[in-house]
Each structure stands twice: as structure tokens, then as C-alpha cells.
């Protein structure tokens, strides 16, 4: 560290803050938890993470991939201690993971599936985040909105609405081009915009700031009164089948995420050397035990904060601890600040963030690529919303196999003419699955012609198509057919 990465990291830190800020208190509000769990979250990901990470670029965090197996698992599991044990259980596992060296293994993920999951994430996200944003009271569902049956507030929605122009301006060039602005989020900018709404919003329409529910951050005046907002997790529900599950779960999906940050990163900021995964794995795993214990959420290492860390010409760990420091000082001594900003302003910046995790764009790419990428991308959105995240991502990687089988399968063997000569090509090795197609193929073959066998690419045979192919060739004789270079021996 020098004068020069010092300049350079303190307004890289500010920006990442500034950011991150809105994104902690709206996934924990998402999540169903206290705002200050968000917070918490925040911290542990901007010090002890980053502390520990083998990445100068990468900021961790609460994520909004998350939001949805939080949900879900709390409601599982029947309270938030015990899902603190199944953190903390998932943190340990990511520990394991790390010493064991299974970083490597993210590679074997299908993009297909990978793609899938952010789509199902981000529907996920926006289905859940409409009725907040319409200042729905109590826990109204989508279904309600169709029904007629959910009452909303029109001042959440019009503060939504605003905060969801203001996000899609900011993406415009023509804002991207004003530098002043450039440097400003504009998730900060749509939480700037329903704080105003809330302590101005009376002077210009009557009773508008009545119908915005805010968030609720404590006021801490001592140690002890911090010590008890913290909740302590449920030592006894290690002994629940559930909480493994949703270990595991947590486990594989944040691991997934961060190690999909981390490769999306190095196309950003490359690093020399490239971060370990397994280093990664290891620190997010600490992280993840610390928050179980704690009362915070899952931590991952997130891009978009990641993104903007880099771009804003960060050169050290240190932007990411000072991002990290003020959500500390924010939580602890401006909580009466920050309870002016309204859960409709939070809810339209995840509902931007699911947009664009499910974008439109995504899916017409995923089409153009074919069945054999759209059947498991779809796979993989229908089984998560249906099943559950790791049950849907299993069903994708399944269906991906099938898909590639199946075209593997078709382009395996090919069968051409040219006169009475015909030439069989074997592209890959052969199994006992691609026997129907052999089969078929040598059948084609008509008596008194030549048979010349293009084997080059086939290193293996299994035993069943050296069968099918010997008992051919012992018949080929007396059909008249020469055969050349054929790959077994015939008697």
C-alpha cells in the first residue's frame, strides 16, 4: 500500500458502501429478517472475508441469489435460530470443501444450468418483491394481487415506480455519459429519491408518507443493548434431517455463486496469480460459521459490488474493509437515519436486480442456442421454482446430461454412399447405448457392396458393439460384402 492506491482505494471503498448499503437492507427485508441482520451481514463479508479472501477485488456480502432459499428454509425449518445452525453447519462444509481442494470442480457445472439458476433467482426475486413494492400489508402473495383480494398503498407504489425510473435512467448512456452522475449508484439514487418521499412527501400530496412502511433499525446505546438484538442459534437442530438439507444447500449454492463471481471477476480485473477457489471457499466458509453465529445471513461474494469496486479504480483490499467499516459505523450510529427510507424503495431496487438476472435477453440467447441448451436452462428455472434451489439445479445438470447424451448419441455414427461403396465413420468412442444405431446403420448395408469403417476417433469399443460388429462381419461373406479396415477380428 502507498499514497498513490491509498488515493485511489478510499473513494473505490466510499462508492462500494454506498452501494452496498441499500442492497444489505433490502435483501434482509426480502429475507423476512431484521434490517440490521443485513447490516451485520455486510460487515462480516467487508472485514473478516475480505481479510481472510485470497482477492483483492472481491466484495462479500448478503445476496440476492439467497433471498429465496432464506425464505424458504426459515419457513422449513420453523425459526431463524435454526436456521442459524444450518449456516453455521453450511460454513463448515465450506471449510471442508476448501481444505479438500473441490474448488476445481466448478467447472463441471453446466452454463445451461448456471444461467438457469440466476433466471429462476431473479423470478424468484421479482415475484416476491411486487407486493412489497404495492405496500401490501402483512404477508400478502402474488395470487392475492390477481384475485383482487390484496390491498395495496398508492404511495408505495408511486415511490417504487420512481425508484425504478431512476434505476433505468442510470443504465441509459445518456446519464452514463455525465460523469458527475456516473459516480453516484443508482440504487442510492432510488433510496435518496423515497427517503424524500417520506419526510417531504406530505407537503406535496397529503398523507403520502402514511402509507410507506420503513424499515425498522435498532438504536444501540450500549454493548449489552447490541448483544441482544444479536440472535443466538439453536444448538439442538444440528439433530433435524431439515437443517443438513438446508446446509447442504446453502452450502453448494453459495459456493456456486461466489466461485461464478470470482471467474466473472477475472474477466474484469485479472489477477497474477488468479485467486485460489479453494482459498475462497475456505474464507467464505469462516465467514458463513461466524454469521451462523452471529445472527447474520449467508454470505457470498457478490458481483455487482465486486463490478463496481473495480471499476471505480480500486488497487487494494483495503476499498473493501473501509466499505466494510461504514456499514459498521452506519448500523451502529445512524440507524435513525436510515429508518426514513421505505421498504417500497428497496423493493424496486430487487426488483431491478431480478430483472436483470432474468432478463428477457437471457432467454431469447439461451433459444438461439438450441434444445440442447434451452430444454436444461428451462429445467433448471421450472425445477427451482417448483422443488427448491438444489433440488432444481440437480434436475438441470440431469437433463443437460440427457441432452448431451442424446446428441452425442445421434452424431456418433455416420453411414455415407458412394456407389456400391460405403463408408461407416465412428466419431467417438462407442457404448452399449449407441447398439440401436449400429445396428440400424449396418442394416442399410445392401448384399454385394463394400464396407469401409473410419474408426480413427474411436480409442474404445464396448464389448457389446465389438459383438454387433462381429457378428456383421461373420455374416458379410455371405452377402457378398468386402469389408476394409473393419475394427474386429472375423473369424
Known sequence: MNLHTLRQDIPAGLVVFLVALPLCLGIAQASGLPPFAGLLTGVIGGL??????PSRFAVSGPAAGLVTIVVASIQTLGSFS?????????????????LLRAGRFIGLVPGSVIKGMLAAIGILLIMQQITVALGAQGDAELVSLATGEMAFSPSAALVAAAGLVVLWLW????????????????????????????????????????????????????????????ETPDWLAWQEPAVWIVAVTLALVASLETLLSQEALKKLRPQHPAPSPNKEMFAQGVGNLTSGLLGAMPITAVIVRSSVNVSVGAQSKLSILIHGVLLLICGLWFSELLNAIPLASLAAVLLFTGYKLA??????????????????????????????????????????????????????????????HYVLRFRQNLTFLHNPTLQGLLAEIPENSTV??????ANYMDPDVKAVLQDFGENARERGIRLSQWPVAVK
Not at 453455521?88 to 465450506?94: C, E, K, N, T
Not at 442510492?188 to 427517503?195: D, S
Request: aromatic letters at 6%.
Open 48 to 53: 473478516l472475508v475480505t481479510a481472510l479472501s
Open 359 to 420: 432478463t428477457p435477453r437471457l432467454f431469447v440467447e439461451q433459444f438461439r442456442m438450441g434444445p440442447q441448451q434451452s430444454i436444461p436452462f428451462l429445467a433448471t428455472i421450472g425445477g427451482i421454482i417448483a422443488f427448491g434451489m438444489l433440488a432444481g439445479i440437480g434436475l438441470g445438470i440431469v437433463t443437460q446430461v440427457v441432452c448431451s447424451l442424446y446428441k452425442s448419441h445421434r452424431n456418433a455414427l455416420q453411414l455415407t454412399r458412394h456407389d456400391d
Open 452 to 457: 469401409i469403417v473410419d474408426h480413427g476417433n
Open 82 to 98: 435454526a436456521f442459524l445452525t444450518a449456516l453455521i453447519l453450511a460454513g463448515v462444509l465450506q471449510c471442508v470443501l476448501g
Open 171 to 230: 443504465t441509459t448512456p445518456q446519464i452514463k455519459a455525465i460523469k458527475a452522475l456516473s459516480w453516484i449508484p443508482g440504487p442510492l439514487v432510488a433510496v435518496l429519491l423515497g427517503c424524500m418521499a417520506t419526510v417531504f412527501g406530505d407537503r406535496l400530496l397529503p398523507g403520502l408518507s402514511d402509507g410507506l412502511p420503513r424499515i425498522a433499525l435498532p438504536q444501540f446505546d450500549s454493548v449489552a443493548a447490541l448483544a441482544a438484538e444479536l
